[in-house]
């Protein structure tokens, strides 16, 4: 490869870098054309970019994308594999599903909104990490039950401040 070709590829991989929040790094060695191909459909299924890099050129795109990836230069050995996505537990999730039919992919490391998390027995807490979107959800479950509860003593307690104030005391918190 030419050193022009290796620039651009850097280059290429630090704009990446610098656009995304979550990153995975996986080991996809060995497995044959049919079974990496399984795997490239569901992660474009799941708008999940997943990119097969040389070690050296992604640990200088890392270095240039002023973000510290420091603690993942350790796992950039053998073939390395990115995954890219919007949502910080879809590639995990992903894994483990793929990981039922393949042995692989296996995961080094991730970069998940400034948080790492090295090595495969970090898969499990990677799966359970809830998305932007799950965790307003559950705000918004929580600000909307006070509510419920003064909703639910006004029709049941009548119409008096009195009959209010006693259903709310019998109900347990």
């Given amino acids: ?10 280059e290429s991989l630090t704009e990446t870098l610098k656009g995304g929040d979550i990153v995975y790094l996986t080991d996809t060695s060995e497995l044959d054309v049919e079974t990496i191909n399984r795997l490239r459909r569901l992660c474009f299924r799941r708008n999940v970019k997943l990119q097969v890099v ?3 050129l992604l640990r200088k795109a890392m270095e240039a994308s002023e ?12 073939a390395t594999s990115i995954m890219m996505s919007d949502t910080g537990n879809v590639p995990a999730r992903l894994i483990k599903e793929f990981r039922k039919t393949s042995p692989k992919p296996i995961l080094k490391g991730a970069y998940v909104q400034e948080a790492i998390f090295i090595g495969e027995d970090q898969l499990e807490i990677l799966v359970n990490l809830k998305s932007k979107e799950e965790l307003i959800g559950d705000l918004i479950g929580l600000l909307q039950s006070p509510a419920r509860n003064v909703i639910s003593a006004l029709q049941s307690g009548g119409s008096t401040i009195a009959g209010v104030l006693k259903t709310l005391s019998e109900k347990e918190s």
Avoid at 1 to 10: G, S, V
Avoid at 67 to 78: A, R, S, T
Wanted: aromatic share 12%.
């Fill in 67 to 78: 973000k510290n990836f420091e603690p993942l230069f350790d796992v950039l050995k053998g």
């Fill in 1 to 10: 490869m030419k050193r022009e070709d290796k620039y651009q590829i850097i």
């Fill in 54 to 56: 040389k070690n050296t």
